[in-house]
């Protein structure tokens, strides 16, 4: 029997890459709950406007509705997810086990993180597991690839995954994490999303340092929504990793209120401008938070239609 | 040294509710370093809990609580003041509480939270950089321990989360990764880093870990 899932209604992120297309790809953020329609409509607006979808992990250390789960559902609505994979939650046994499942449901791409620290999340009290962490997460699969499971014993029946993996390009110190970056792609990874960058200028030195390292391997560019000048302040105070620069700031502080979600988008869409006009990066990865609804708004200011890429 | 902290004296007297007569131990060693369970944290206890109505039939502080022939023989040196006890308040680390709990039939209750092996970095300031983890993997990491000191163990590099070198879930701690680049760097040991380390091994002691000596041979 032939279930819906089993087909493949979309082409996958490794052939749309493989073929040179500038990657689109979006983010769900699934709830926290069982209300699920709102998400539902979010993978119903944007599964045709990009090539996949990103489905986070308990992101921020949040407990919420399984990226597993999310990532099935965008499967039987037609959309091609790219199933986000951390190692807080989850020993390597669990992982094995879920990606064996995920295979035989026709998800295609996973992306591998190490996860949040516990502390920072909703459930502070609860044991962070990291029994492994990215790079091992990128070996375990190719093993499972070729496979045998990291325990060593025979898998019946290998799984087959386009292997992802992210990079900070505003990490401070740089070195280390470029010398990561590098381990990752010797661990299997396939191509990358960038944690968010702003600063143009840096993100152009660290892909030139990413390709000297590497030029076939594929990047994409990771782009947070800006909403307000208080997140960004929040941001650039809290989020380590993630920097933005003072003239970007200006930009939303300098608009009316009404009128700053409208700026948001419309930096956004310059960035993805930017990124395929100049050949930055091999796509970009658009993250929304909360704002997905604007998504299309995105694409359409940024003069993007994925079936014209 | 095993860092312990003390309970709330609130909890402690939780504890022994219903015991009118306590004996209290703390240790020499670690305890005493941690002021957790010396002298002086000892008479303190032994006066609070007589304030609260309790009658301490003995206190005595005395090194290795946590060595079991070695607690037995203090409670049989204190064999009145041990039988008059309805229950023991241990000041020191878990294994010194469950060496007490060798020693008596009777309930045993710990007054303190163990925490950590740590190092003393100076008198009173405590840091864990070892946690006993059975797989010591120092060597390759100019002996800076990411197990221990990066907070998600992390063997082959930092997270996105390290900003200036500090670890993002205290801007007080150091990158551990951070730490060991700069040091592998110094040593022109680089290559250390760029090795692939794979899933480590958590079973090497399995839990509960037991270390037998060989007994030594003839004259040896």
């Given at each position: 029997m032939t279930l819906l899932i089993d087909k493949h209604l979309k082409p996958s992120l490794q052939e749309v890459m493989e073929k040179g297309t500038f990657l689109v790809t979006g983010e769900i953020g699934p709830p926290k709950g069982t209300d699920i329609d709102e998400m539902i409509g979010h993978i119903d607006l944007l599964k045709d406007l990009v090539h996949g979808m990103n489905i986070t992990d308990n992101q921020s250390s949040v407990m919420r509705y399984p990226s597993l789960a999310t990532a099935l559902i965008i499967k039987e609505k037609g959309g091609e997810p790219n199933l986000q994979v951390t190692c807080r939650d989850r020993n390597r046994m669990a992982i094995e086990a879920d990606l064996l499942f995920a295979y035989t449901r026709g998800i295609r791409s996973v992306l591998c993180l190490t996860g949040d620290s516990i502390p920072v999340g909703d459930h502070p009290d609860s044991k962070g597991v990291?029994?492994?962490?990215s790079v091992q997460l990128l070996q375990l699969i190719s093993g499972m690839e070729e496979g045998k499971d990291t325990g060593g014993n025979e898998l019946e029946g290998a799984v087959e995954f386009y292997k992802g993996a992210i990079v900070t390009p505003?990490?401070?110190?740089?070195e280390p994490q470029m010398i990561k970056f590098e381990k990752k792609i010797e661990a299997g990874a396939q191509f990358f999303q960038t944690q968010a960058v702003y600063d143009m200028d840096n993100f152009k030195r660290f892909m030139e340092r990413a390709r000297k390292i590497d030029d076939k391997v594929k990047i994409c560019a990771g782009l947070v929504l800006l909403t307000s000048p208080g997140a960004i302040k929040y941001m650039n105070n809290n989020v380590p990793g993630v920097f933005i620069p003072e003239d970007l700031a200006k930009e939303m502080t300098d608009a009316p209120k009404e009128e700053r979600l409208k700026t948001g988008i419309r930096i956004m869409a310059r960035q993805i401008r930017q990124c395929i006009d100049e050949k930055l990066c091999d796509g970009v990865h658009i993250m929304?938070?909360?704002?997905?609804?604007?998504v299309p708004q995105i694409l359409d200011e940024a003069g993007v239609d994925i079936t014209k890429l | 040294m095993i860092i312990s902290t003390s309970k709330p004296f609130e909890e402690v007297l939780k504890e022994l509710e219903g015991e009118d007569n306590v004996f209290v131990v703390g240790c020499g060693l670690c305890a005493t370093t941690c002021e957790t369970g010396g002298e002086e944290q000892v008479a303190g206890m032994k006066a609070k809990l007589e304030a609260e109505?309790?009658?301490?039939?003995g206190a005595i502080v005395y090194d290795e609580v946590c060595h079991e022939l070695n607690t037995k023989r203090k409670f049989r040196e204190n064999k009145e003041a041990v039988e008059a006890a309805d229950g023991f308040l241990v000041m020191c680390c878990g294994a010194g509480v469950q060496a007490v709990r060798e020693a008596t039939e009777k309930d045993v209750h710990p007054a303190c939270d163990t925490v950590f092996l740590g190092n003393?970095?100076?008198?009173g300031d405590f840091i864990q950089k070892c946690s006993l983890c059975g797989d010591c993997v120092l060597e390759e990491f100019g002996a800076i321990c990411p197990v221990t000191r990066c907070h998600k163990g992390i063997l082959n590099g930092p997270c996105g989360g390290t900003d200036e070198g500090k670890c993002e879930t205290d801007k007080e701690k150091d990158c551990a990764w951070t730490l060991i680049y700069n040091q592998l760097e110094k040593m022109g040991k680089l290559d250390r880093f760029r090795t692939i380390y794979g899933p480590k091994n958590w079973q090497t002691i399995m839990k509960p870990g037991r270390v037998v000596l060989e007994k030594k041979g003839e004259g040896g």
């Amino acid at each position: 029997m032939t279930l819906l899932i089993d087909k493949h209604l979309k082409p996958s992120l490794q052939e749309v890459m493989e073929k040179g297309t500038f990657l689109v790809t979006g983010e769900i953020g699934p709830p926290k709950g069982t209300d699920i329609d709102e998400m539902i409509g979010h993978i119903d607006l944007l599964k045709d406007l990009v090539h996949g979808m990103n489905i986070t992990d308990n992101q921020s250390s949040v407990m919420r509705y399984p990226s597993l789960a999310t990532a099935l559902i965008i499967k039987e609505k037609g959309g091609e997810p790219n199933l986000q994979v951390t190692c807080r939650d989850r020993n390597r046994m669990a992982i094995e086990a879920d990606l064996l499942f995920a295979y035989t449901r026709g998800i295609r791409s996973v992306l591998c993180l190490t996860g949040d620290s516990i502390p920072v999340g909703d459930h502070p009290d609860s044991k962070g597991v990291f029994d492994i962490e990215s790079v091992q997460l990128l070996q375990l699969i190719s093993g499972m690839e070729e496979g045998k499971d990291t325990g060593g014993n025979e898998l019946e029946g290998a799984v087959e995954f386009y292997k992802g993996a992210i990079v900070t390009p505003e990490a401070d110190p740089i070195e280390p994490q470029m010398i990561k970056f590098e381990k990752k792609i010797e661990a299997g990874a396939q191509f990358f999303q960038t944690q968010a960058v702003y600063d143009m200028d840096n993100f152009k030195r660290f892909m030139e340092r990413a390709r000297k390292i590497d030029d076939k391997v594929k990047i994409c560019a990771g782009l947070v929504l800006l909403t307000s000048p208080g997140a960004i302040k929040y941001m650039n105070n809290n989020v380590p990793g993630v920097f933005i620069p003072e003239d970007l700031a200006k930009e939303m502080t300098d608009a009316p209120k009404e009128e700053r979600l409208k700026t948001g988008i419309r930096i956004m869409a310059r960035q993805i401008r930017q990124c395929i006009d100049e050949k930055l990066c091999d796509g970009v990865h658009i993250m929304a938070i909360g704002k997905e609804g604007v998504v299309p708004q995105i694409l359409d200011e940024a003069g993007v239609d994925i079936t014209k890429l | 040294m095993i860092i312990s902290t003390s309970k709330p004296f609130e909890e402690v007297l939780k504890e022994l509710e219903g015991e009118d007569n306590v004996f209290v131990v703390g240790c020499g060693l670690c305890a005493t370093t941690c002021e957790t369970g010396g002298e002086e944290q000892v008479a303190g206890m032994k006066a609070k809990l007589e304030a609260e109505g309790k009658n301490v039939t003995g206190a005595i502080v005395y090194d290795e609580v946590c060595h079991e022939l070695n607690t037995k023989r203090k409670f049989r040196e204190n064999k009145e003041a041990v039988e008059a006890a309805d229950g023991f308040l241990v000041m020191c680390c878990g294994a010194g509480v469950q060496a007490v709990r060798e020693a008596t039939e009777k309930d045993v209750h710990p007054a303190c939270d163990t925490v950590f092996l740590g190092n003393i970095q100076r008198y009173g300031d405590f840091i864990q950089k070892c946690s006993l983890c059975g797989d010591c993997v120092l060597e390759e990491f100019g002996a800076i321990c990411p197990v221990t000191r990066c907070h998600k163990g992390i063997l082959n590099g930092p997270c996105g989360g390290t900003d200036e070198g500090k670890c993002e879930t205290d801007k007080e701690k150091d990158c551990a990764w951070t730490l060991i680049y700069n040091q592998l760097e110094k040593m022109g040991k680089l290559d250390r880093f760029r090795t692939i380390y794979g899933p480590k091994n958590w079973q090497t002691i399995m839990k509960p870990g037991r270390v037998v000596l060989e007994k030594k041979g003839e004259g040896g």
